[in-house]
């Protein structure tokens, strides 16, 4: 646990300004991200360092692995086009059982962050920081401290499941002595730290906004990670507002909860405009830049 790095700069020889990708918060909509993996890969811009929180920690970490978006695209389509192995997987990495709620004690649908990523990884993620192609932070939130904990060495698997150990879901981590949730709780879009001279920081925000109002009553599960949502949003918002990102990216999708993992064909096909945003974007900036 640690500050973050100090990035090699992807392109020294050109003097151009290194690129800090850096993925935020959001759930299911946090697909989102993939197409603007895409986009630099289109246009062969390689990230200095790559940071996420929760989703985007672990859509990160695989493109840190040296994975291509349009590789990340079919692993998600492939995963979740099959319902019943979705489900059946989930229910292998799940802790507690029904019987435990029944007599006080647990929480019958907890999930081991570690053993869901180790089922829907793609095979090419490595087990440890130092075998990433980029260098690669992930977001978690000291539960005890209150505070925001930048995991950039050792294991990666337990650091990204901590990042996304959203309470009352996802197990907590235990690491190096601290009890870590959820990077959401504390700085879902993590930008703020990495803002220097010679730098473009593209931080790329998939929180949800508010909805048209209506009177329907949330089910428990979705009340929940509704909460969560409403969090994410508000805080990225005001940290937006105090100190933007060199560029920032809005791709999350409309309508889409925290856990439609299974309209991952449907979120990725909405998100396609924001490609375009990405590469003109980031063209603009290394020209003002360059």
């Known amino acids: 646990m640690s ?3 100090s990035p090699t700069p992807s392109r020294p020889a050109s003097g151009e300004p290194e690129l800090v990708l850096v993925l935020g ?7 989102s991200h993939i197409p603007v993996l895409e986009a630099l890969d289109e246009l062969g811009v390689r990230p200095a360092l790559i940071a996420g929180c929760s989703m985007g920690a672990i859509v990160g970490a695989a493109y840190a692995a040296g994975l291509s978006g349009k590789e990340l695209r079919e692993h998600v389509a492939l995963t979740f086009r ?7 997987r989930l229910l292998d990495a799940r802790i507690g059982k029904f019987t435990d709620l029944m007599r006080g004690l647990g929480n019958p649908v907890l999930i081991d962050g570690e053993r869901m990523l180790d089922l829907f990884w793609p095979e090419a993620v490595p087990d440890r920081f130092d075998q990433l192609q980029i ?4 977001l978690a939130t000291d539960y005890h401290l209150h505070a925001e904990v930048l ?6 698997t337990p650091a990204v ?6 309470p009352g879901l996802i197990r907590p981590v235990v690491i190096d002595g601290h009890v870590l949730i959820d990077g959401g709780a504390i700085n879902p879009l993590p930008y703020d730290r990495l803002l220097a001279p010679g730098r473009i920081v593209m931080a790329v925000d998939t929180s949800a906004p508010a909805t048209v109002s209506e009177t329907r009553i949330p089910e428990p599960l979705e009340a929940m990670l509704g909460v969560s949502q409403i969090l994410t949003r508000t805080i990225v918002q005001r940290m937006v507002e105090r100190q933007p990102p060199d560029i920032l990216i809005r791709a999350g999708v409309d309508g889409i909860g925290g856990l439609d993992f299974f309209k991952a ?3 990725l096909e909405a998100s396609a405009p924001v490609k375009d945003e990405v590469k003109r974007r980031l063209s603009q900036a290394l020209e003002r830049r360059g």
């Not at 959001?26 to 697909?31: F, H, I, K, V, Y």
């Not at 260098?135 to 992930?138: D, H, V």
């Not at 499941?161 to 959203?166: E, H, K, T, W």
């Open 3 to 5: 500050r973050l790095p």
């Open 25 to 31: 918060a959001g759930g299911a909509r946090g697909l």
């Open 82 to 88: 099959d319902r019943a192995r979705v489900i059946a």
């Open 135 to 138: 260098p690669f932070a992930a």
């Open 151 to 156: 995991l950039r060495d050792g294991p990666l």
């Open 161 to 166: 499941a901590a990042s996304l150990a959203i």
């Open 265 to 267: 064909q449907a979120i």
